[in-house]
């Protein structure tokens, strides 16, 4: 019986799923009567919790992660090697923490997905071999700005001659009035939420994070505005680079503005952090001329001090994981040591030298995540990766002409031009609908249909929809299909 049940769990999340995209309000209601009003006295049959959890939770889940057609958020999806090894991770429950190597692989394992990733990304291993598994991109947004914090001033102490420099050592006031500062400032243009969520955690504040873009584009730096702004002596500053706005999928940069903000950026002291959560992927395509807008905006990228990318999107392995790089190793040690804990320090070495990953990360016990990393990476290798991008932009680039060609709909960012638009399509298609009552229900009508899921969100202060690709199920005809027959229908009101 419970391998039975085990089966048919495995074949429904592995095989194409056929129902719906969102649950149906039966099964949500059905599933929420199901939830006990409090802890029982005494516990039930493994048997009867799998059947709970079958019959009652499982019918209230959404399609999210293994329905091609669910482009809501970003959610990428679980490809079969990285299904297997999240669940070897969770039966062998192994704990990544501190590298003992004549105890556990498992810390080697980690380090070796880590430059496999630098592999996929062609970042160079002499400089980047480094870096550590998150939760998500947020974590590593607060792992790349906890970095800038200390660099920039443990910078600002050099230059001054001041004793006291480190943040993670002698605490953000003591360091500030030391160098008689008020602060750090996060230079950037349309950062993601999370950054700015950063900025909260780590005492930098929320409203330390000030756009610096150009008037005519919201996305491109204005150097003189950056320049202004790091040359300040009341404050030091983190420039965050949006290595792939989440609202249009663009670059904030494109190679040669990147080399002039690294410049400006060694001139004053300032760290730079590149949110690249699925911009990252930029990086696997080829030099084809189909995708040169695409890969210029990651172009240069490996100046930048540290980035942030999300596994649970583009690389398609299961929440909850993220990672990061830096090419500081030793700030990112001095902020996130597991100081004074002698009983977690590792005794023997035996094979390459492995940081143990918590003195360069938020945790100290933590899950093997890295295990589905590495699986889905060797079952791809770089090919198969580049292949699933591929089919995911030229997915994205077929909608958005058809919505472009579309009279009831108006493709965003508006353009004149469709050649300008498709080039810098990656996998995200921006639109409204014309007729305002329309656009004001757009995501809940193309949703209503249950046969595909797409984000509400806001452009130029107007309703707006977003369709974000990033499962590794793409087809682009079928998917194709199915999308313009529900927008079309969606337009003509059936
Ligand atoms: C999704 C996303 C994040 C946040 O990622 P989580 O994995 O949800 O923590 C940060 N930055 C960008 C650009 C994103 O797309």
Redesign the pocket.
Known sequence: MQNQLQQDLWKAAQGPWESSVLPSAENLARARASLPAALPETGSSLESIQRHIVDDIVPAFNGGSISANYYGF?TGGTTPAALFADNVVSAYDQNVQVHLSNHSIVTDVEYNAIGLLLDLFQLNRSTWYNGTFTT????S?ILGLACGREFVLQNAAQRKGSKLQSVGEEGFFEVLSSLSLSGVQVLSTLP?S?LVKAAGVLGIGRSNVRNVCCTDDPLRFDLEKLEKELARTDKVSIVAISC?E?NTGRFATSGADLRDIRQLCDKYGAWMHA?G??GIFGRILDDSPEFATIKNGSDGIDLVDSI?G?G??LLNVPYDC?FFFTRHPNVASQVFQNANAAYLTAGNSEGPSVPSPLNIGIENSRRFRALPVYASLLSYGKSGYEEMLQRQIRLARKIYEWIFDHSAYTALPETSSKTELLAQTFMSVLFRANEETLNRELSNRINNSTRMFVSGTSWDGTPACRIAISNWRVDVERDYALVIDVLAKVAERQ
């Open positions: 970003i998500g991109a947020t974590g947004n993601h999370s792939g989440v949110d959560a699925f942030t999300d649970h999107k993220g």
